[in-house]
């Protein structure tokens, strides 16, 4: 089933869950099966929210909301956590408080945590050059602009560098 996230206007909320891995296919089917459950039933004050979520990389769940239809609130945001944290228990895969930091090893997408990401940058693993993911990304326009997906020196990945520059 195609995503409609692409139709929604730019300032759409987004919300990027990383898993620890890449995702089986029956993980990738329970994903699907959950989040085409809840979606339909996803409301800010008893309103329905226009919402669809993709499945990328094999390892990425995209989830977002068009707010020019119904603005989301904290517990309408409470609720998509709460669905994630349930598949999160269903797979044995934390989606919610997963390694910070994926990126792109070769056709590989690793994901780490902090301190382990730094040290990649020592040794010259990880340069500013290395294609990262970048998760606090919070609406649709520069999802869709490609900056999920950008060099580390283009993002706030950058700040290894200079806290490994600043500590030399």
């Not at 989301?72 to 598949?87: E, P, Q, T």
């Not at 792109?104 to 050059?129: N, P, Q, S, Y």
Request: proline share 5%; net charge negative.
């Amino acid at each position: 089933m195609p995503s409609h996230i692409s139709q929604f206007p730019a300032d759409s909320y987004l919300r990027v869950f990383h898993a620890p891995r890449r995702l089986i296919e029956a993980e990738q089917a329970k994903i699907s099966k959950v989040m085409a459950a809840f979606l339909p039933t996803w409301v800010a004050h008893e309103v329905p929210i226009t919402g669809d979520f993709e499945i990328l990389h094999d390892q990425f769940i995209v989830v977002s909301a068009n707010e020019s239809i119904t603005p989301l609130s904290g517990c309408s945001k409470d609720s998509l956590i709460g669905v994630i944290r349930a598949l999160s228990a269903a797979l044995d895969l934390d989606f919610v408080h997963g390694p910070p930091l994926c990126f792109r090893a070769g056709e590989e997408i690793r994901a780490v945590d902090r301190k382990t990401f730094g040290d990649l940058v020592k040794a010259g693993d990880v340069t500013g050059e290395t294609v990262v993911f970048d998760s606090t990304i919070a609406s649709v326009g520069p999802y869709l602009a490609g900056k999920f997906e950008t060099k580390a020196a283009d993002c706030w990945h950058a700040k290894a560098f200079r806290d490994l520059a600043t500590s030399e």
